[in-house]
Structure formats: C-alpha cells, structure tokens
C-alpha cells in the first residue's frame, strides 16, 4: 500500500502493492480483473458498477468468462448453477474475496469492497492507488478525469475517449496532476509492433505516403445500422439504467443498447473505429511519426438517426513532417477491404485473418497482419517476400497473450500492465499514456464525426478548432453532458 504526502497524491515506492479499484466490471472489466488478480504487484481493494448481476453478457468463445474463472480460482464447479455469462458487481467482488482467501489459506475475506457510484468509491477508498476503467465509452473520460483530480493513477479502456474535446482534456489533467495513465492499446510495445515500427523507420520500402488499413469489426461481433427502438423494456432488477446513461442524454431502456452493443449508439460507443481503431493506428503512428489528421472524409452504408452504419470507410491526410511526405490514410470496416495492391499474385493473402494493413512506400509495399504480424514486401516487381516469423516469446520480454487465461481477443499481456504499474512507481511513462495517444484518438473521433455529417473536414489541432466542416460537425467535437454530469 502506497504512503501519502501532504498533497494526497500516492507515493508508491518499488516493493509497495498497487491499490487498485475496478470501475465497471462487466464482461470485459471482468476479464481485467482476473488478469490482476493473477499479479503479485497489485492489490485489488474495491470494484465498482452500475449493475449488481447478471447473466447475459458476451463470452468469446464457449463457457469462456466462466472456464477463465474456474481457472483463476482453481474450482472446476464455480458458476455451475449461472444460466450464462455472467458479471456485474456482486459476482467480481466475490471472485476478488474468494480468490484472496484461497491465497491467504482462510476460509473467508472482505477486503474487496463493492460500489455502484464511482464517486462514493473515490471518496471513501482512503488508501487508493488506482483505477482501471472498462466502462462504456461514453463514461471514459468523466471517471478518469475524476479520478485523476482524486491523486489516481488511471488505466482505462480503448478507445481513450468518446470524443476529440475528451481526449484533449484527458491528456490535459493528466500533465496537470503528473499521473500515471495507460490505455489498453496492448500492442503498443509487442514484438511484432516495434519489428514493423524499425522496418518502416529503416526505410525498407522507402518513404511511406499511403495506408490502408480493415478489420472485419462491427458486422462480425456486434450489429450496426439499427434504428432507435420506439418502445421500452423492463429496467433488470439490480441495473441502475440513470446511472448507466449518465452524462448521455435520455432514453427509455432497450436490451437493444446492451450488452456490448452499446457500441453501435452514438451516445455511448464509437463503432468500429472505437474499436479497433486504436490499435492499428498506435502502430503506425509510432511508424511513421504521425501528428493529428489535417483532413478526413467519409463514406457509408445507410445512414441512421442514434446509430453507426453497417459499413464505412474513412480517408485521411496527415501533414508532411520535415522531410517525410504527407500520409493518405484509408480506413475500412464491416467487410470493406482495400483495392488490391497491383502484382500481387491473386493466390496470396493480403491478410491475416481478414484484417491487415498495407503500407505503400518508394520502394514498394510492406504487408502485416492487424496487429503486425507476419510482414511481407511486395517489390515494385511484384515479387512479394515469404511472411517474417512470429517472435518467439522466449527471446522477448514483451509476450503477446498469457497462455493460462486461454484465448481471448481483449487479454492484455502482462508487460503491458506492467508498464503502467512501474510508471505508477515514478519509472518511465507506459507507452500508451494519455498524452500519447490523445492525438491518435483525435483523429479516430474525427473520423466518426465525417460518418456523421458526410463531410469533408479539415481541423487545426493547435486551435482545436474546425477550419471546414458545418456548425453541426463541430458541436460533436465535444458532447453536451445531462445534468448534474459536466465536463471538468
């Protein structure tokens, strides 16, 4: 546990346990949780959540939230009598009690505490280090900025914020308040990333001017394109629908919002690009030393009042930096692919796994998987190289997933955690820092505001401002909170 000075603010020395709170335990906070619970360095102290339980939420593969928990606490039979997927905050504190209790040989622990307004828990958790935040997106930046004026360290969700004005802040308080943050982009320092990234700053296909980029999200996990439902449904007993909306404006209840679908609503997800946006635009990014976006423009499937459409695609340009050439950047989801690249054999993948990102150089065209794996050169000739190796775990110390947890496409590698835990301890700042990644958000909420509008836009970063687009286009820069909710 960390000692305080007359700041308040947390003074966590090496040897010391991080203190850490969990805001929002659903599915995925709930997977979140197991992974800390799994290190030594952290204590986790209180979770917190709008729902007290249920046992409708998405696993990604067969009984995959409950084997993950039958594993963690070595208990082959937990959650026999739960009809389905289940979390919320009654269940995740008694994991958390649970598998402290085993750790510690008793019978019994309480030192997990459980909340539904992340306000009292800031306020009556004395002794707290941290927050992890893995709520919807639309409660992003309120809780970390709360936290934050609290003397918390923050980890939170992708996509860091709801909008462009929310990332710009976020990454304001925190230089502001000097704490340690980091978002769930975990690919920001794998191996596969940093071989890319030094492959591109080698120049092995020559200056790069164009990416193209796709993910198969959201037709593949979710729904998208759906109109607002005109009727209501019964709030579950033990959900705080108020609460749950929060800052967003008002609705009657629907099943239709959530579970997970939440992410389709303008008011409380980013579609796709929230998604997965994040992490192929960290990497290249770090590739290619990208600032903001000056310019983007969109194209969708049909348009819908409250909802992102099916399909959409995304054009960008970022500026010339010193020597290097300006950057098209084309973004493509719901089953859009690129054009493919010219004397590529109609035999080979441009992909792996049905995502991928092409980059297009002076010297010709490197090839990666989403996350960067198996990069190929496609020469100017058309000869394309055989795909580059997966880099064995063994010879890195940043490891791409962790094998007990079995397969999950959202589990974070320890590595990353413990980035963010050292620079919880005054180490360096964890790569993917607010500061960091608030320009590259800037651009993916961008993005979202052209499939909006359907227009072209082109922003200034330094003013913050808009310099094409209509007034419409720039009230969605930044949401209007319901009250009492209002931005710090």
């Known amino acids: 546990m960390a000692s305080r000075g ?57 009984n995959e939230l ?57 306020a009556r958790e004395k002794d707290l280090d941290a927050v992890v935040i893995s709520t919807p997106d639309h409660w992003h930046a309120l809780i970390a900025i709360a936290a934050m004026r609290a003397g918390k360290h923050v980890y939170s969700q992708k996509p860091m914020a709801h909008s462009v004005g929310e990332a710009r802040r976020m990454a304001q308080v925190a230089a502001e308040t000097g704490r340690a943050t980091q978002v769930s982009i975990f690919n920001s320092q794998t191996a596969e990333s940093r071989r890319v990234i030094q492959m591109l700053q080698d120049g092995v296909i020559g200056p790069v001017s164009r990416v193209d980029i796709w993910t198969t999200r959201a037709s593949a996990f979710w729904k998208q394109g759906l109109a607002t439902p005109a009727t209501a449904d019964p709030i579950p007993a033990g959900f705080n629908w108020d609460m749950w909306l929060g800052p967003a404006p008002y609705r009657p209840y629907n099943h239709i919002y959530l579970p997970f ?167 360096p700042p964890a790569s993917a820092n607010y500061q960091f990644e608030a320009p590259i958000v800037e651009s993916l909420m961008l993005g979202n505001i052209a499939i909006r509008t359907q227009e072209a836009l082109e922003w200034d970063h330094t003013a913050g401002r808009l310099t094409r687009g209509s007034a419409y286009a720039s009230t969605l820069l930044m949401p209007q909170y319901r009250a009492p909710w209002a931005a710090d």
Request: include cysteine.
């Open 6 to 62: 007359a700041s308040g603010l947390a003074a966590i020395k090496p040897g010391d346990k991080l203190t850490v709170a969990c805001i929002g335990v659903g599915s995925q906070g709930l997977r979140v949780l197991i992974d800390l619970l799994r290190m030594p360095e952290v204590q986790v102290v209180a979770v917190c959540d709008v729902n007290r339980q249920t046992s409708d939420y998405l696993d990604w593969g067969p």
């Open 66 to 122: 409950r084997g993950k928990v039958r594993l963690l606490l070595q208990d082959p039979a937990w959650g026999s009598t739960l009809p389905g997927p289940t979390a919320g905050r009654e269940v995740a504190q008694s994991i958390a009690n649970t598998f402290y209790a085993k750790q510690a040989g008793k019978a019994a622990y309480n030192g997990c505490a459980s909340y539904e307004d992340f306000r009292e828990l800031l």
């Open 261 to 427: 679908v939440w992410r389709a609503w303008y008011d409380y997800g980013c579609g796709a690009i929230g998604d997965m946006g994040e992490y192929g635009f960290d990497t290249i990014v770090r590739a290619l030393a990208l600032g903001p976006a000056e310019q983007v423009y969109a194209s969708s499937t049909e348009l819908f009042p409250d909802c992102y459409p099916v399909a959409s695609t995304l054009h960008y340009r970022f500026p010339p930096r010193g020597s290097r050439p300006a950057v098209e950047l084309h973004w493509y989801n719901g089953g859009i692919k690129p054009e493919r690249p010219a004397g590529l054999s109609i035999d080979a993948q441009m992909s792996v796994g049905g995502e991928g990102i092409i980059y297009t150089g002076e010297r010709g065209k490197l090839l990666t998987g989403y996350m960067a794996q198996a990069p190929r050169v496609l020469s100017p000739s058309g000869e394309l190289s055989a795909p580059m190796p997966a880099l064995s775990p063994p010879d890195e110390p940043f490891q791409p997933l962790r094998p007990e947890l079995g397969a999950s496409a959202t589990a974070a590698n320890i590595a990353h955690y413990m980035e963010w835990i050292d620079a919880c301890r005054k180490g």
